[in-house]
Every structure is written in structure tokens, then in C-alpha cells.
């Protein structure tokens, strides 16, 4: 409120009956803000390499068949497998189910048999932070935010 009291963000989006009180007035609790300037930055934000992180981009399905995949079931396999230099990079490393893992042994998918749904690569910060976002809300997503995500309305 701060902000938006000194000018620098827009309030586009409100709590439906919830309410900011002062000793001398209500205001509207926001649920979607617009910064009015653009913020200063040093430097674009970087997505560390984890487990967490290939899942996410991988938006928590197999690279191979497509299934949805729990995150404690999921694997994580190096396309140009370990043994053969492929390296642990962004672009070699693709979250699979338990089966397809396993059918794709010490093989390239080519050799195995298979194909990748999409072709790995280092994954955008605004990508990860949004699934993550849907992830966490699930179903109790709030719709007021659901065009702010690139979603239906």
C-alpha cells in the first residue's frame, strides 16, 4: 500500500470483500498491482540448475510419453547419456517417467526408439515462476489473476 500511496503502482485488481483498514479510512486490498515505472534491475534473473527446477520446466510431465509424473516418481535422464559425455547441462538433462527411463536405458532416445516431446533448453525465469504460481494455487487459483497469466478467463 506504500507503494501505491506514493504513486509508483496502479492497483488493477481487488480482494473481492476484503478491505485495508487505517484509524481514518478503508481501502481495497489489491490482487493485481502494475508497477508504474520500470523497476531498476542489475542484470536479468537467472534459474539455478536443480531437480526442481527440470521439473518445472518440464511443467512435471515426461519428456518421452507425456504423462504427468509426481515429483517424488520422476527421473531425470541425460539425453546423450553420462557414459558417453553427455554432459549435466539444460539442454541434456529432461524429466521421465520410471518406464520410459528405464526402456531408454544407456542409449540416445534415436537408438532407443523414442522421441522427446520438446527439445530441452534453459528455461525462461517468467516460465518457471508462473507454472510454479498455477502449481501452488492449483485449483484455488484466483480468477482475477487467471488473464494476467496468459490463461482463459
Known sequence: MVWWAAGRVEILEAWEGRTIRTPRTELPMPSVVRFLRSRRRHGAPTIRFSRDSVFARDRGACQYCGKEVPRRDGTYDHITPK?????????????????CNQRKGNRTPSEAGMHLRVAPQRPSFAAIGTWQVLVGFGDTLPRAWRPYLGLDV
Open 83 to 99: 557414459s558417453r559425455g553427455g554432459q549435466t547441462l539444460w539442454e541434456n538433462i529432461v524429466l521421465a517417467c520410471r518406464p
